[in-house]
């Protein structure tokens, strides 16, 4: 796709980070997402996250020079260390730049970036109702691994990718 660029962030892309992370939590989890945690989404909260994190271990993707989607990746944040076990933390893209394989892009980076790192799989948490989300991670290779965390509307699954390929 001409126009598109997939490169690692830089924390002076934290304020178009945190406006795409707020935004897209807007478009994708409103109506799966208590109307209340909804209302306190805000992009100067989200621009803060990623300012303290010094915008590391991101890629971002730029459409025509906008800055349109994210892709965040790591060891794995469960409470045992399994130094093979790597994590996509969050894969967001504005919903006018989706269905143009821009997610499918950044979360091949993030996947490069973690069998660089020495990773042989990869697991992330999805919002049990988001079932657009659950079928995209399946065709990518990913399965769900039967693992829940959290409650009610709340509820993420685990899904797993391994071998990383």
Not at 4 to 17: G, K
Not at 97 to 114: K, M, S, Y
Request: aromatic share 8%.
């Amino acid at each position: 796709m001409t126009g598109l660029v997939i490169r690692p962030a830089l924390p002076a892309d934290a304020p178009a980070i945190g406006r795409i992370h707020c935004q897209a939590w807007r478009e994708t989890y409103t109506g799966l997402l208590p109307d209340a945690m909804m209302a306190r989404l805000s992009e100067e909260r989200s621009t803060g996250i990623f300012r303290r994190e010094g915008c590391r271990n991101l890629f971002v993707a730029e459409l025509d020079g906008e800055a349109v989607g994210f892709c965040g990746y790591g060891p794995w944040r469960g409470g045992n260390s399994d130094p093979g076990l790597g994590e996509i933390v969050g894969l967001y893209v504005l919903q006018k730049a989706q269905h143009r394989g821009i997610g499918t892009r950044l979360l091949q980076a993030g996947l490069n970036a973690l069998q660089s790192g020495g990773y042989t799989r990869v697991v992330l948490w999805v919002l049990a109702s988001n079932a657009h989300a659950i079928g995209y991670y399946q065709a990518r290779g990913f399965r769900d691994t039967g693992l829940t965390q959290g409650d009610g509307l709340l509820q993420e699954r685990q899904m797993l990718l391994s071998p990383l390929h």
